[in-house]
């Protein structure tokens, strides 16, 4: 094999004894590879060279250990203003890869990773695809989770390759799958292990197999006459999960496979054309302002000097016994403590549900349930790195928890509690060293919800918070940074939402109308049903705690309710009726809500979020809005509440919480740091 000289910074080449060409992207400076538009120019010129001088085949291989190729470079998205100039870029990359698929020779993407978006629709102008063996979800076209759809010929491409069906399924989820499935439903046509991949290739090449096609009933699905039925279900499909004036997408998708079938000349610049328009669309620009936030919250703190390997949780409830079946899952060793067995056996049984459901391999499964052990007795408390306190919300019964904790812990080990709405302040007097007592605070579901708010007094130590946010980020959540204040962030930002929801179901306003207005904003669930699923005693006490801190009134409601015990989800009965955990709610009229009724419920929200900047509880915006995104789910089409407040216009907002002020009361008056907040914009 002979190196030939190499042409550009991103891509390299050699030429086998046979004129095979093994052509590497690894673009420098970067652990993945990623289609910038430098990669694309590069790659315009060696296929240049290859048209002129065929060679036999072409391997197209990534030089990254992390995958074959991520996809686009969603950094370049930012610098996009135009429509025209969206279209031009992505009319490129399809040029370039027509232009690979239509090369007189057999081309194979030798898949060793991640190969995601343009990187799958690179794989898929190749005449052939070897994935190596991997058991991750590595192959995927996700890109409608940035409000987008393939733009390089992948909503052509995987249609005629695997079928609308296998096709649709993955780009409309935009969730990626496994190779073995990929394998199946026809989007590769090998697997190879790691050693032999090579030799897989050479053997694809020289097979003499045609590409790919789809079925024969997914090629009938594809005519026109019978197209309109299919429509007719993905669209179903789609609505059920998304409305098309919050995220048109998917709809986009569909549309363009309703127009053209995935067939024709037409149908790439069609593609294009869609792609540019959503691409300079507010949904996508906030969903890849989303995309960066996440790594501002990953970002957050230094790289601890030691990883924590051993974690202790004191409390086996609900959020107690998640959290240490979450930790173990995420390959730390737990120990779990309550009173006694009893309380203990329920969290251990959750637990092996949640390990049957993530994990495979009954191997690998078991090996999981071995890190993960109950402890009455409280042994593990000596050999913990991190302690998590996850007991009832009792100052008296927290204090006396760490006093005992702290006689045998660990000197370096940290103590933390996962408490939702008592100030740290008040819990760490009875600490030898309160300055290395931090709040890890989690959200229910644990397995679900990303976001764990990691709390600070003013004298915390650094390196203690570098190990919270590197012991959350290590079992795949997102920290972020708050002050001890009441509430937090999350809780403190849902509070007045949920109270809004609360006077105005008093004041006679049909509970689902409540919910289909905060569904109309872009809420994922409206605030009843939000209500009745963290449950009604929870959501008393979070109002009781803040009501005390921000001289609010507790509506009375959730009192008498509780009284009753009717705590939602978890009794069954709540504002709604609950069955098998599913909720059940009386018919709606469906009709429009008010702009008024959604203000009510959303500007609390977003005068809240600018209290907590204001009052340093988050000190960033953006880390503000990254942490009510994830943590409330608050619309993420949006972009957050403080981005929300920027494209509607700051004195919208602080009128309408005046007018909604002077007409229901004090509790809408727009707060002092708007004025901090307008001059900084």
Known sequence: ???????????????????????????????????????????????????????????????????????????????????????????????????????????????????????????????????????????????????????????????????????????????????????????????????????????????????????????????????????????????????????????????????????????????????????????????????????????????????????????????????????????????????????????????????????RKPQERAAVGARLKGDVAGDGVAEADLIIEAIYENLEAKQSLYEKIQATMKSDAILATNTSSIRLEELRTVLRDPDRFIGIHFFNPVAKLPLVEIVRCEDTQQKVLDAGFGFVKGIGKFPLECASSPGFVVNRILGPYMAEAMYLAESGVALTSIDSAAEAFGMPMGPIELIDSVGLDVALHVSKVLGTAFDREVPGTLAEMVEKKHLGRKSGQGFYRWENGKVVKPPSDNAKPAAELIDRLILPMVNEAVACLSERVVTEADLLDAGVIFGTGFAPFRGGPLQYARERGIDNITEALDHLAAEFGERFRPHAGWDAFAVKE
């Open 1 to 359: 094999m002979t190196e030939d000289q190499k042409p550009t910074n991103n891509w390299h080449h050699e030429t086998d004894d046979n004129n095979v060409i093994w052509l590497c992207l690894d673009k420098p400076e970067s652990s993945a590879n990623v289609l910038s538009e430098s990669v694309l120019r590069e790659f315009d010129t060696l296929l240049f060279g290859f048209e002129s001088n065929v060679p036999k085949g072409i391997v197209i291989y990534s030089g990254k250990s992390s995958g074959f190729v991520m996809g686009a470079d969603i950094n370049e998205f930012t610098t996009i203003e135009s429509a025209d100039e969206a279209f031009d870029l992505i009319r490129l990359g399809q040029q370039l890869f027509n232009r690979l698929e239509a090369l007189p020779c057999p081309t194979v993407a030798a898949i060793n990773g991640f190969c995601l978006g343009g990187g799958f629709e690179l794989a898929l102008a190749c005449k052939y695809r070897l994935a190596l063996e991997n058991d991750k979800a590595i192959i995927g076209l996700p890109e409608v989770q940035l409000g987008l759809h393939p733009g390089f010929g992948g909503t052509v491409r995987s249609v005629n390759m695997a079928g609308v069906r296998n096709a649709m399924q993955l780009m409309l989820t935009g969730k990626p799958i496994r190779v073995d499935k990929a394998l199946r439903q026809g989007f590769i046509d090998e697997i190879s292990t790691a050693e032999k991949w090579r030799d897989a290739a050479v053997s694809l090449l020289t097979s003499g197999k045609p590409k790919a096609t789809a079925p024969l009933l997914d090629r009938l699905l594809n005519l026109g006459v019978v197209r309109p039925f299919i429509v007719r279900t993905l669209t179903a499909q789609v609505s059920g999960r998304a409305r098309k004036e919050h995220y048109p997408a998917p709809y986009a998708m569909i549309d363009l496979w309703s127009r053209y079938g995935a067939t024709g000349n037409d149908v790439y610049e069609a593609e294009a054309r869609s792609f540019a328009e959503l691409m300079i669309g507010p949904t996508s620009r906030n969903l890849v302002r989303v995309f960066f936030l996440q790594n501002r919250l990953k970002a957050q703190g230094n790289k601890p000097k030691e990883k924590i390997q051993k974690v202790h949780v004191v409390g086996a409830g609900v959020m107690g016994g998640d959290i240490a079946a979450w930790c173990a899952l995420r390959g730390l060793q737990v120990t779990l403590q309550d009173r006694a067995e009893k309380y203990i056996t329920p969290a251990l049984e959750r637990a092996a549900k949640l390990f049957d459901k993530r994990v």
